[in-house]
């Protein structure tokens, strides 16, 4: 750290940050100097500051690849050793790579920086493992990549194709996981803009970012060239492995996750223990599991169409039951009823039987079990009234929206005002039938 000791009093700012990671994504350590600082922001009477260092081996977010992390080392004015944890890096707009910490340093500062290796080694794990997915989905589905993703615990590729059938899928993995297995070469070059895009041409580079000057190519040998700024492997055996976890269709395509080296081992032996933990609640050993979910599938059908003629049972009962408390006045067979304790479906199932069940009858119910509640209103084929346009109506007047057709109409409304609402419908029904009968 000696001669940056020097260096530090005579460059206190550069226009950019000197990007070790571009030539070795294997450094873990290097020497640097502060060549600026500024405050981001201020909670609670702590600030976050922004360190800009005249070189640096911290990785910002860029290109589907996230940031690393790591620690920034110092020895304060005083004599005493600092270590300021690096909790985020970015770029601007301009280039500057930014160092998001707890504490501030003043420009000219010497540090030493460190980098979470754990993390680095395992985005190099999956940038590397997509390059060469990339690459095989291109060459045996005529698939290409349309965007990246190195999430935490999960990282994805979308292609501009159709969901590829099982045994293709399986098949890329193979061919991926043998070229790992035949240790690589992963190597990085850089060529004029111009190169590139020759290159681009003829086919032989996947694809070129919006950017002028030079080119960082990574390539792995004999199946992949690409242009990209991130932190790579030095061979694909270093990747350790590659799992297809799943594919889903998405609005441009489709979506492949994906996992690699010891991520690919964690996610596996998460697997295996959640197969375990089912086959043990299902009694039965890991391989037939499928079967005895199917056949718990199976049982669950028939057991919810058994409860479904049960309940149509219930409230035919239920309906003839409550149409012969009520009996006819001026014409009407209003039942008015409301529960705490019956599910929305019932409710309406209730309504419309009961509707049914009498003729000159109208059913007005309401469900408080959840709020807002429902309000069901019915009515028998012998009455001519719509009740659709009447619940509409009434519900116009408390700010709200339901509906539906003449025989039959439902919409919520708080509790607190359902019954205020149902009061208010028995009256439109009672005004509408007395208007019928003196027509």
């Given amino acids: 750290m000696g001669r940056y000791r020097a260096l530090a009093q005579e460059k206190t700012r550069r226009l950019m940050s000197e990007r070790l990671y571009y030539s070795d994504s294997f450094l873990t350590s290097f020497d640097a100097a502060v060549t600026d600082v500024r405050e981001v922001s201020r909670q609670d009477g702590e600030s976050v500051w922004q360190l800009a260092l005249d070189r640096t081996a911290f990785y910002p977010t860029s290109g589907g690849q996230p940031m690393d992390r790591g620690v920034l080392h110092a020895i304060a004015r005083g004599g005493a050793a600092l270590e300021i944890p690096v909790e985020q890096v970015e770029e601007d707009e301009h280039g500057e790579v930014w160092h998001f910490v707890r504490k501030p340093l003043t420009a000219g500062t010497v540090v030493r920086g460190q980098i979470d290796w754990e993390r680095r080694f395992d985005h190099m794990q999956q940038h590397t493992g997509q390059h060469l997915l990339s690459a095989v989905f291109q060459k045996e589905l005529q698939a290409p990549t349309v965007s990246f993703h190195l999430g935490e615990s999960v990282s994805t590729i979308d292609l501009a194709a159709n969901v590829p059938a099982r045994h293709s899928l399986e098949r890329v993995e193979r061919v991926a996981n043998e070229i790992i297995g035949e240790d690589r070469p992963v190597t990085v070059s850089y060529v004029a803009r111009a190169e590139a895009e020759a290159m681009l041409a003829a086919g032989i580079l996947r694809k070129l970012p919006e950017r002028e000057g030079q ?57 295996a223990a959640r197969l375990s933990e089912v086959a043990g609640a299902l009694s039965v050993g890991a391989a037939d599991v499928p079967a005895a979910v199917t056949r718990l599938l199976n049982e669950a059908k028939s057991g919810a169409k058994e409860r479904q003629r049960l309940r149509e049972e219930l409230t035919a009962y239920h309906a003839s039951r409550l149409a012969v408390e009520v009996p006819i006045e001026e014409g009407l067979r209003l039942v008015a009823r409301t529960w705490k304790d019956r599910d929305r479906e019932y409710v309406r199932m209730l309504a419309a039987r009961t509707a049914l069940a009498a003729p000159e009858t109208v059913a007005i119910f309401c469900a408080e079990e959840t709020n807002p509640a429902r309000v069901v209103m019915a009515r028998s084929l012998d009455l001519d009234f719509d009740c659709g346009r009447l619940l509409r109506e009434a519900l116009t007047e408390f700010g709200l929206r339901g509906g539906g057709s003449p025989d039959l109409a439902q919409g919520e409304v708080p509790i607190a005002q359902a019954a205020a609402l149902c009061a208010k419908l028995e009256d439109a029904v009672r005004r509408s039938v007395a208007g019928a009968h003196a027509v």
């Fill in 215 to 271: 080119i960082r190519l990574i390539a792995i040998a004999d199946c992949d060239r690409n242009a990209c700024g991130g932190t790579h492997l030095r061979s694909t055996g270093q990747i350790g492995g590659l799992q297809v976890r799943g594919v889903e269709k998405v609005s441009r395509g489709v979506r492949v996750e994906f996992a690699c080296g010891l991520r690919a081992v964690r996610a596996a032996r998460a697997d």
